[in-house]
């Protein structure tokens, strides 16, 4: 029984699971190295409910409940009494290995570890660990709050309690489970990053401005964001690293990352998150970068 969850990585996604886990009673602590980050995303969260707050979405008491469930240090052995541990760290495989030879051992025996990586292996993952069989991928996508779907995909040593528990757990936070293969970047990001990809080359090879592009794919196709829109709020960086696993992981050159992203990337212009990307965010509105 899923009770206290943990989470590894206080960026927009561990903040977002952490938010919508406290909402449905989970006592939650989220781990960071950094401390300033736990503490901005601890404001995000508090910004996120009480904007529910003044929408008439929560009460103020469901707010201060939820906020009161929620915990953050940089000690890895708070992480000690969790019954479930979802790894939000940043889209790369060294980083994340490291993370489970540090956090394993200060786990539980029976503790569950669940990694919300958006393209890597399951099975290579889990074999970072000391419990392949209690490890598995729970993909939330971004915003958590406000997007329904969790991807679920067991490794090839998952078992069916590890499974069961997590289903039970995601369909607690509300939220719709999709089962996916352990094969690169599962079936949302298989889709849709090579949709933001041509966007890119699109953008690359002259065809539209970014403004035509995002303008063409909104009302155009219904797209709630536009490509290069959505890929700011991707952040570069793991569009890249997504892409980069499909093209590797398929050995495909349909897959094949388009130059401009990387170039975007190696600038640090990864998005929204560090102020510019495809759009300047620095100013009062977002203003197209080309
Ligand atoms: N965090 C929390 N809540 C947010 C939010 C955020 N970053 N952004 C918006 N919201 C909430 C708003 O508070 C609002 O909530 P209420 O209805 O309760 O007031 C609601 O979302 C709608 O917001 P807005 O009316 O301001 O904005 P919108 O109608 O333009 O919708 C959006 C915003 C939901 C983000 C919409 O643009 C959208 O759906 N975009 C596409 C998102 C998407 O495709 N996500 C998947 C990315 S891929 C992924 O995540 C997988 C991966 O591994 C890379």
């Known amino acids: 029984m899923i009770k206290n969850v943990g989470i590894v990585g206080a960026g927009q996604m561990g903040c977002g699971i952490a938010q919508v886990s406290a909402v449905s009673g989970y006592k939650v602590h989220i781990y960071d190295i950094s401390a300033d980050r ?7 969260i508090n910004g996120n409910l009480a904007r529910q707050v003044s929408s008439g979405k ?11 469930l929620i915990k953050g240090s940089a000690d890895l052995n708070d992480l000690s009494p969790m019954d479930l541990v979802i ?11 490291k ?4 956090v394993c051992p200060v786990l539980k025996a029976d ?3 669940a990694t919300n990586t958006s393209s890597l292996s399951i099975t290579r993952l889990a074999s970072a660990t000391d419990r392949p069989e209690r490890f598995m991928g729970i993909h939330f996508m971004n915003p958590v709050p406000v997007m329904k779907l969790v991807e679920l995909v ?4 998952t078992e069916e309690g590890t499974f069961s528990s997590a289903k039970q757990f995601v369909t607690a936070l509300d939220k719709t489970i999709t089962v996916a293969e352990d094969f690169p970047a599962f079936i949302v990001n298989r889709i849709l990053l090579p949709m933001i990809n041509e966007a890119i080359y699109t953008l690359y090879e002259g065809v539209g401005s970014v403004e035509a592009i995002d303008t063409a794919m909104k009302l155009g196709a219904n797209h709630p964001m536009g490509p290069l829109q959505l890929a700011d709020f991707i952040g570069l960086d793991t569009c890249l690293s997504i892409m980069q696993v ?23 212009w990864l998005g929204r998150k560090s102020g510019r990307g495809f759009y300047d965010y620095r100013g009062e509105v977002p203003v197209p970068t080309r």
């Open 111 to 113: 503790a569950i570890l």
């Open 87 to 97: 790894e939000a760290a940043t889209e790369d495989e060294t980083v994340k290995r």
């Open 154 to 157: 067991r490794g090839i040593a």
């Open 246 to 268: 499909l093209h590797d992981g398929l050995a495909d050159s349909k897959y094949r990352p388009c130059p401009l992203l990387v170039k975007y990337v190696e600038a640090g």
């Open 38 to 44: 736990i503490e901005a995303g601890l404001a995000t």
């Open 58 to 68: 929560m009460t103020d008491e469901e707010r201060k409940k939820a906020l009161s």
């Open 99 to 102: 993370i489970y030879g540090q």
